[in-house]
């Protein structure tokens, strides 16, 4: 029966992309890329010549339903994104859902991903966290924040290098003297993770230009709990 497969691609080095991987690329019908020039490069080294169409945020939602129908008509699918695993701060979300929908079954492979080796390389607690991919840019940046100050779990973001400062900086005034940790170029040959309080981490890319892309984590609030006062209704 045809299905929807979700396939992870490696976020830096080649070699973290799974056999399975391969081989399910390899075999599907037709493979969905977020940029079917950046993928092209991957398919290439991999020698996979499977058919390639382009799947990403500005047509998913004119395109998704012709996809459901090819699914449904036999056509096995492979859904693969820039780097890392589909779905996660990209494209995959929409096509899943209407995937099940449909009583088509979906597969997601285990594999490549940024947060997950930031968060355990961080040294911050990891039993309890909360994914929130990259921030608002304008409306509702302020908000999030606010409603994240008296967050207990480590937090984990997505940020691009020329936005890293103004992160950072509002860090800073939401999350004072929070240890965290700044990871960058995850599985790449210039991998490195800046660890430290809010303002040092700041000062460090104050001094040190921000070059590719970053997850940032961030202790939650441990401060102690406030309780809550008890109201005596026969006073």
Sequence with gaps: MSKLYLVPTPVGNMKDMTPRGIEILRDADLILAEDTR???HLLKSLDI???????HMFNEHKTVEGFIDRIKAGTT?????????PGISDPGFLITREAIAEGIKVECLPGATAFVPALV????PCERFTFEGFLPVKKGRATRLEELKDERRTMIFYESPHKLLRTLED???VF????MCASREISKMYEEHIRGTVEEVLEHFRSHAPRGEFVLVVAGDQSPKKEKKRINKDE
């Design 49 to 55: 010549s499977t058919p390639m169409m382009s799947y």
């Design 176 to 179: 004072p003297a929070r240890n």
């Design 77 to 85: 699918i492979a859904l693969i994104t820039d780097a890392g695993t």
């Design 121 to 124: 390389a961080s040294g911050l």
């Design 171 to 173: 860090f800073s005034r």
């Design 38 to 40: 950046t993928s092209s």
